[in-house]
């Protein structure tokens, strides 16, 4: 494993020339390139001045530091293919060895790697990774494997669980405010959802030909989802079983794909279509778009986000190559 720092601090400022009709209340946006490329991907901000990252293609970790441009790679010498990572807040970073049936552990602190085994060497492509509510475990999706999994952090035991439907294409994956593992079934047109006490898999209907990509969670439990398919975002609500939709701005060209929710609630994707692509906010309050923002690099695609409370700020890895950040609010 080799540590490589490097300074970077150019932060891209472009015009992007749009119809007036194509931008609504736009949010700042701030991009910084990523000189080692590998597509950057996947930013988790730890705090408002330590950003981690993978390179997928280039097989790294990285660290940006917002307020000075530097960036600090970590090269991963098994190329992995690294998709997703986490970051504790003890400071350790997990991430998912995608092209190598695990998951990956690095202590920053000590330079330490650790890497977590699939039992099951079906399960070979760990996708994407979220902490349950408590800290102590990791809920993870096998996309081509067609499995959802946990790892408990203090003993490294992992359970698998099968997805029912064949070829479900298990994808994003979140933890919603009751503690229930959510996740995009992308090869369906369905959800599922995991009891963590027995780990039953229960499979959620949606609108004929969705192809969900991204989910989410809202404070009142509601669970969104990123429709790649249709160009729709929806909204199902596990009370009742209620199912709303609404057409993205692009129409049936949006290909919506990295979501986030922030902490008022409202719902802020990426439609992928478009070029450059749209950073767009919903609001369900209003049950409306509330904005729609250019991505000053044109973005190519924006795959996942993260949102950080305490500076309001959604960070994102585009295919340009470059970290972004746009500020929503907190």
Same mark, same amino acid.
């Given at each position: 494993?080799?540590?490589?720092?490097?300074?970077?601090?150019?932060?891209?400022?472009?015009?992007?020339?749009?119809?007036?009709?194509?931008?609504?209340?736009?949010?700042?946006?701030?991009?910084?390139? &990523?000189?080692?490329? /590998?597509?950057?991907? *996947? =930013?988790?901000?730890?705090?408002?001045?330590?950003?981690?990252?993978?390179?997928?293609?280039?097989?790294?970790?990285?660290?940006?530091?917002? +307020?000075?441009?530097?960036?600090?790679?970590?090269?991963?010498?098994?190329?992995?293919?690294? #998709?997703?990572?986490?970051?504790? +807040? *003890?400071?350790?970073?997990?991430?998912?060895?995608?092209?190598?049936?695990?998951?990956?552990?690095?202590? @920053?602190?000590?330079?330490?790697?650790?890497?977590?085994?699939? @039992?099951? *060497?079906?399960?070979?492509?760990? #996708? +994407?990774?979220?902490?349950?509510?408590?800290?102590? #475990?990791?809920?993870?999706?096998?996309?081509?494997?067609?499995?959802?999994?946990?790892?408990?952090?203090?003993?490294?035991?992992?359970?698998?669980?099968?997805?029912?439907?064949? $070829?479900?294409?298990?994808?994003?994956?979140?933890?919603? =405010?009751?503690?229930?593992?959510?996740?995009?079934?992308?090869?369906?047109?369905?959800?599922?959802?995991?009891? @963590?006490? +027995?780990?039953?898999?229960?499979?959620?209907?949606?609108?004929?030909?969705?192809?969900?990509?991204?989910?989410?969670?809202?404070? $009142?439990?509601?669970?969104?989802?990123?429709?790649?398919?249709?160009?729709?975002?929806?909204?199902?609500? =596990?009370?009742?079983?209620?199912?709303?939709?609404?057409?993205?701005?692009?129409?049936?060209?949006?290909?919506?794909?990295?979501?986030?929710?922030?902490?008022?609630?409202?719902?802020?994707? &990426?439609?992928?279509?478009?070029?450059?692509?749209?950073?767009?906010?919903?609001?369900?309050?209003?049950?409306?778009?509330?904005?729609?923002? @250019?991505?000053?690099?044109?973005?190519?695609?924006?795959?996942?986000?993260?949102? #950080?409370?305490?500076?309001?700020?959604?960070?994102?890895?585009?295919?340009?190559?470059?970290?972004?950040?746009?500020?929503? /609010?907190?």
């Amino acid at each position: 494993m080799k540590l490589i720092a490097l300074t970077i601090a150019t932060m891209i400022c472009v015009t992007v020339s749009v119809e007036a009709a194509d931008v609504l209340n736009p949010v700042e946006i701030k991009e910084w390139n &990523v000189d080692f490329g /590998g597509r950057s991907r *996947d =930013p988790f901000a730890e705090s408002a001045n330590s950003v981690w990252f993978v390179g997928q293609g280039g097989n790294y970790l990285a660290r940006l530091d917002p +307020t000075t441009g530097d960036m600090t790679r970590i090269s991963l010498d098994d190329e992995p293919g690294p #998709h997703n990572l986490i970051v504790g +807040t *003890d400071g350790i970073v997990w991430y998912s060895g995608n092209l190598s049936g695990y998951i990956g552990r690095f202590d @920053p602190n000590s330079g330490k790697l650790e890497k977590i085994v699939m @039992p099951n *060497d079906a399960a070979d492509d760990p #996708h +994407t990774l979220v902490f349950d509510k408590s800290g102590k #475990h990791i809920w993870f999706t096998v996309q081509w494997g067609n499995f959802i999994g946990r790892l408990t952090i203090a003993s490294r035991k992992v359970e698998l669980v099968s997805v029912p439907t064949d $070829d479900a294409r298990p994808y994003g994956i979140i933890v919603a =405010p009751n503690g229930i593992p959510w996740v995009a079934l992308l090869g369906t047109d369905k959800l599922a959802s995991v009891d @963590p006490r +027995t780990l039953k898999v229960t499979e959620h209907n949606i609108n004929p030909g969705a192809r969900p990509r991204r989910v989410d969670a809202t404070p $009142d439990g509601r669970i969104y989802y990123t429709d790649y398919r249709r160009g729709y975002l929806g909204r199902l609500d =596990p009370a009742t079983n209620k199912l709303d939709e609404w057409q993205l701005p692009a129409g049936s060209d949006a290909k919506p794909y990295g979501m986030a929710i922030d902490r008022r609630g409202r719902v802020w994707l &990426v439609e992928t279509g478009p070029l450059p692509n749209s950073f767009v906010g919903f609001d369900p309050a209003q049950n409306a778009i509330i904005s729609v923002t @250019p991505i000053p690099s044109g973005a190519g695609s924006v795959r996942h986000m993260h949102y #950080h409370a305490e500076t309001g700020a959604i960070w994102f890895g585009t295919d340009k190559d470059t970290i972004g950040r746009a500020i929503v /609010g907190n």
